[in-house]
């Protein structure tokens, strides 16, 4: 298994971005998480909750089966 990665297609928002933010708040500031999400609200909700709780999107990319794996940077706080 990955470290540092969540696979949470299938999770209903806004349950996705509640493990989400439970897992940065366990990891140190500068660490890079990998997350798959589903398309439509999943990677919509979870990216703009993300960037208003000041972590960075590093990247965000829909893979060809439909999800998207997004990156992101736990913030310095």
Known sequence: MKENFLDLR???CPMNFVKTKLYMDKIPAGT???VLLDDG???ESV???ISEEGHEIVQSEQQIEGYYCLLIRKNGA
């Open 47 to 49: 990216s703009a909750s």
């Open 32 to 34: 890079v998480i990998e």
């Open 10 to 12: 299938g999770v209903a």
């Open 41 to 43: 609200e999943p990677i």
